[in-house]
């Protein structure tokens, strides 16, 4: 017996919601603070996507059968990529303070 072709709607549709748990899940795993407009935008795109089988609603900003629109693809990418760094804040505050006196000696004129 055949099966059916899959319905690629329904299959992004799927990817999408996966994603969007995915960030969520991986940030409190991680133990990274997402600020309160991240955590809203997650849990709105999610809500719409579950409701209208997509998050947004001009097709200009996005291609026919995908759920995201390009620029929260793009935003879904940043907070992944901010969750995958970890909570680093600390280190990379004292990285930078040492980068910056090192520079500055570096261009100190000798005396």
Same mark, same amino acid.
Do not use: C, H
């Given at each position: 017996? *055949?099966?059916? !072709?899959? $319905?690629?709607? %329904?299959?992004?549709?799927? !990817? %999408?919601? %996966?994603?969007? =748990? =995915?960030a969520?899940? +991986?940030?409190? =795993?991680? &133990?990274?603070?997402? /600020? $309160?407009?991240?955590?809203?935008?997650? &849990? /709105?795109? /999610?809500?719409?996507?579950?409701?209208? &089988? @997509?998050?947004?609603? $001009?097709? #200009?900003? &996005? +291609?026919?059968?995908?759920?995201?629109? !390009? @620029?929260?693809?793009?935003?879904?990418?940043?907070? #992944?990529?901010?969750?995958? /760094?970890?909570?680093? *804040? #600390?280190?990379?505050?004292?990285?930078?303070?040492?980068?910056?006196?090192?520079t500055?000696? #570096?261009? =100190?004129?000798?005396?």
């Open positions: 017996m *055949k099966r059916k !072709a899959p $319905d690629r709607r %329904a299959q992004a549709q799927r !990817a %999408a919601l %996966a994603a969007l =748990r =995915r969520q899940r +991986a940030a409190e =795993r991680a &133990g990274v603070e997402l /600020s $309160d407009w991240e955590g809203e935008f997650l &849990g /709105s795109v /999610s809500a719409r996507v579950k409701t209208y &089988g @997509r998050a947004f609603g $001009d097709p #200009a900003k &996005g +291609a026919p059968g995908e759920p995201l629109s !390009a @620029r929260q693809g793009v935003k879904l990418k940043e907070i #992944a990529r901010k969750v995958k /760094s970890g909570p680093t *804040k #600390a280190r990379t505050l004292r990285t930078l303070k040492q980068t910056l006196k090192r500055r000696l #570096a261009r =100190r004129p000798n005396r």
